[in-house]
């Protein structure tokens, strides 16, 4: 009687770990002089809705030459690096904060100069429109800015809300504007937001600025390119224990340049070459487990975290694959079974690019005519 032989190959399959970011939210404010364009119900970005300046009473209260937000190019966007300029050329249109007086000489959104005594004392925080960061972690804010002041009693301050109070994030420090006097010189800041923003359908940005000094120091405040951005880390695939591998910082947010890598938990540990400085260092995972890998981006290498990407990370023991029996003999119109062990799926075909003919661990096959088979199974 003649016999039917088959053989079975392995395939084993891999899986990557991927995901992605982006600058989710911006906004540039538009172009176009606008001289006295109020920020108040303004908005430049249709779809971020307008922002609205809010006047407060504490610690002090506004007084009656207070100076106003205003969103125009008096005080144009620039470069970092650049110094300060008013209206003309391509009108990059700025937020900032400018004296606001009709009486007894009009002075109505001169740029970033404000206005200082104490008729001019001001207390107003201008506050963005709803943000949806649903599906964002880890977010960044960023944004170019020049601006002078007082420490101590004429600044602004970043805050931030979802749905509940506003929170200050931080005060902004004054621009380096030797170069530029009397104007300011751009300059670019990024922060962290903190995890109640996380998944926030109702984020809100905010600028406060204060001023109740009876001098006052120019520039005041100009602020420009506002992002929202989240940064991720990816993997390739990681098939067994004490194998390198290459990371990959994606869609880095604006001003990320340094980075420091670390691992949960500490032990058994994960070998980062270099462990800071670089967005693509070779990854080393000790062993099988389940890894949480963690880099933090900074504006200047080594300095202060403004974003921060997680990846969960599992690495399968050494795949150890059975398949019986490995090969076998039958006649034309008998059955067999074959079965397999040591992975956690199972697909069976016909050869490399044969159609699936079963899953599981297990394969009954019945053989009616008289060839050669080579029976393949995929596993991861």
């Not at 307008?50 to 190019?73: H, R, Y």
């Not at 869609?251 to 800071?276: A, C, D, E, H, R």
């Amino acid at each position: 009687m003649k016999k039917i032989i088959y053989s079975l190959i392995v395939l084993f399959t891999l899986l990557a770990f991927d995901s992605k970011s982006q600058v989710f939210w911006s906004e540039g404010f538009g172009v176009g002089c606008s001289q006295g364009q109020l920020a108040n119900a303004f908005a430049p970005t249709a779809t971020n809705g307008a922002w609205v300046v809010t006047p407060l009473a504490a610690p002090f209260p506004n007084g009656v030459d207070a100076n106003e937000w205003f969103i125009s190019a008096t005080e144009q966007g620039q470069l970092v690096g650049n110094c300060g300029i008013g209206c003309g050329g391509t009108d990059d249109r700025t937020l900032h904060m400018g004296a606001n007086i009709l009486v007894p000489i009009p002075i109505v959104d001169p740029g970033a100069a404000y206005l200082a005594g104490a008729t001019a004392f001001t207390n107003k925080r201008v506050e963005s429109g709803v943000i949806n960061a649903a599906g964002k972690t880890n977010i960044q804010l960023s944004f170019k800015y020049l601006g002078q002041g007082i420490p101590a009693s004429d600044f602004c301050e970043v805050y931030y809300r979802v749905g509940g109070p506003w929170i200050l994030l931080q005060q902004i420090a004054p621009s380096n504007n030797v170069a530029c006097v009397p104007q300011g010189e751009w300059t670019f800041l990024a922060m962290g937001l903190p995890p109640a923003c996380n998944n926030a359908a109702n984020l809100q940005i905010g600028f406060h600025w204060r001023n109740n000094d009876l001098a006052g120091a120019d520039p005041s405040i100009a602020i420009d390119d506002i992002q929202l951005a989240t940064m991720t880390v990816t993997f390739p695939p990681i098939p067994c224990p004490a194998q390198t591998v290459v990371a990959n910082v994606n869609n880095i947010p604006p001003g990320v340049t340094g980075y420091t890598w670390t691992s949960i938990p500490p032990v058994p540990t994960v070998t980062f070459n270099p462990p800071t400085g670089s967005a693509n260092p070779t990854v080393t995972f000790p062993a099988a487990g389940t890894y949480t890998i963690i880099v933090f981006g900074s504006t200047l290498p080594g300095g202060v975290p403004t974003a921060t990407a997680v990846q969960v990370v599992t690495v399968n023991p050494q795949l150890a694959v059975f398949a019986n029996p490995i090969s076998q003999t039958v006649c034309p119109g008998a059955s067999a079974t074959i079965t397999a062990s040591g992975a956690n799926t199972y697909t069976w075909s016909i050869g490399i690019n044969g159609p699936s003919i079963g899953t599981g661990s297990s394969l009954l096959l019945l053989f009616q005519h008289l060839r050669l088979l080579p029976i393949l199974f995929r596993v991861n």
